[in-house]
């Protein structure tokens, strides 16, 4: 095809220029109807190492596949592609300054990072806002940015393989979001917030250090498939942990929600208002208050799918707040206050 002996196409509108040692200027060699004409275009397997300006020139390219590449750079030229819609860029040699700068204007629907470089989660990434499927799996990221909540749309997010330590809790606030895989990091807790993701059908978090899991994962009513092999899950624990008592901003905080209080932007600056939203209820069944960041752990076993007994944690609001928990972490009955998590609704919980 065109002076690329082996290049297949199952339509006009494909063209597969894969495993063709192929360099950064080989494109050159297309007509200008070929590249007009393509809309999809597979470059994996050659020896790019940097993405050719000529790219720019497929005017009505809809989806690349640039995998498996020496790529270390994606020139600013892939931002003319006005109808790109996914781009898939998996195990080449990318990192934090390899993007360019107006990258986050296109309008991606899916994007592939996965087995590159990057320490940093990209920022140009976040500005993404129509992203269906973000993959970054197997790269060296420390941590998730709370700018990650722009991505409204997000209903894939891969970030197995990193070297995550925490889970911020703006990761929450993703409504789209049915499928998150968190495996193979340094996680070592779920924040509660994640209970907002009602969405959520798949959660992955096998190979980390978990100990235990919130008890609000009970309320992800659509989770089906919950992995979680590979932790630390834990069967004895301390039973007197230290309770620091709430600060002035708490207490405030707790009287504003606890007495059902009107408040909004007019009357408060932003940064109060985000923090009064972030009130967790205290799930003592008999107890009407809140808590913010002061508060008493207390872990409780839990039947899944009734087979499988994992730990989560109940956090109350103070140590005078009668526990709903009995004072013995493993009794049978500690799980009769909660409802089991029902087998047809978790098809799968992974644990070994």
């Given at each position: 095809?065109?002076?690329?002996?082996?290049?297949?196409?199952?339509s006009?509108s494909?063209?597969?220029?894969?495993?063709?040692?192929?360099n950064?200027?080989?494109?050159d060699?297309?007509?200008?109807?070929r590249?007009k004409?393509?809309?999809?275009l597979?470059?994996?397997?050659n020896?790019?190492t940097?993405?050719?300006?000529?790219?720019?020139?497929?005017?009505?390219?809809?989806?690349?596949?640039?995998?498996n590449?020496?790529?270390s750079?994606?020139?600013?030229?892939?931002?003319?592609?006005?109808?790109?819609?996914?781009?898939?860029?998996?195990?080449?040699?990318?990192?934090?300054?390899?993007?360019?700068?107006?990258?986050g204007?296109?309008?991606?629907?899916?994007?592939?990072?996965?087995g590159?470089?990057?320490?940093?989660?990209?920022?140009?990434c976040?500005?993404?806002?129509r992203?269906?499927?973000?993959?970054?799996?197997?790269?060296?990221?420390?941590?998730?940015?709370?700018e990650?909540?722009?991505?409204?749309?997000?209903?894939?997010?891969?970030?197995g393989?990193?070297q995550?330590?925490?889970?911020?809790?703006?990761?929450?606030n993703?409504?789209?979001?049915?499928?998150?895989?968190?495996?193979?990091?340094?996680?070592?807790?779920v924040?509660?917030?994640?209970?907002k993701?009602?969405?959520?059908r798949?959660?992955s978090?096998?190979?980390n250090?978990?100990?235990?899991?919130?008890?609000?994962?009970?309320?992800?009513?659509?989770?089906?498939?919950l992995?979680?092999?590979?932790?630390?899950?834990?069967?004895?624990?301390?039973k007197?942990?230290?309770?620091?008592?709430?600060?002035?901003l708490?207490?405030?905080?707790?009287?504003?929600?606890?007495?059902?209080?009107?408040y909004?932007?007019k009357?408060?600056?932003?940064?109060?208002?985000?923090?009064?939203?972030?009130?967790?209820?205290c799930?003592?069944p008999?107890?009407?208050?809140?808590y913010?960041?002061?508060?008493?752990?207390?872990?409780?076993?839990?039947?899944?799918?009734?087979?499988?007994?994992l730990?989560?944690?109940h956090?109350?609001?103070?140590p005078?707040?009668?526990?709903?928990?009995?004072?013995?972490?493993?009794?049978?009955?500690?799980s009769?206050?909660?409802?089991?998590?029902?087998?047809d609704?978790?098809?799968?919980v992974?644990l070994?």
């Open positions: 095809m065109e002076g690329f002996e082996g290049a297949s196409s199952s006009e494909v063209l597969d220029l894969s495993r063709l040692n192929l950064n200027n080989s494109l060699a297309l007509s200008e109807k590249r004409d393509t809309k999809q597979y470059l994996c397997y020896r790019m940097v993405l050719p300006e000529s790219i720019s020139l497929f005017s009505n390219l809809e989806f690349l596949d640039i995998s590449n020496a790529l750079v994606i020139s600013e030229d892939i931002t003319r592609l006005t109808k790109l819609k996914t781009l898939i860029a998996k195990n080449n040699s990318l990192n934090d300054s390899s993007l360019p700068k107006d990258f204007s296109l309008q991606l629907d899916v994007l592939n990072l996965s590159n470089r990057f320490e940093e989660m990209p920022s140009q976040l500005q993404l806002l992203l269906q499927s973000l993959s970054l799996g197997g790269n060296r990221l420390k941590s998730i940015p709370a990650i909540e722009s991505l409204a749309s997000l209903e894939l997010l891969y970030l393989g990193n995550i330590s925490s889970i911020p809790a703006e990761l929450a993703l409504p789209s979001l049915c499928y998150l895989v968190l495996c193979d990091n340094r996680i070592q807790s924040p509660p917030q994640l209970n993701l009602h969405s959520l798949s959660l978090l096998h190979n250090l978990l100990t235990y899991l919130p008890r609000e994962i009970l309320s992800l009513v659509h989770l089906q498939e992995s979680l092999r590979g932790n630390p899950l834990v069967v004895r624990f301390v007197d942990m230290t309770y620091d008592p709430p600060s002035l708490e207490l405030a905080g707790r009287t504003v929600k606890s007495k059902n209080l009107a909004s932007h009357d408060l600056p932003s940064h109060l208002v985000n923090y009064l939203d972030m009130a967790s209820k799930p003592n008999k107890c009407a208050g809140v913010f960041d002061s508060c008493v752990r207390h872990i409780k076993f839990v039947d899944f799918c009734g087979k499988y007994r730990p989560l944690m956090y109350l609001c103070s005078e707040c009668t526990s709903p928990c009995s004072s013995n972490p493993q009794s049978d009955a500690d009769d206050e909660d409802n089991s998590v029902p087998a609704r978790l098809q799968r992974l070994g």
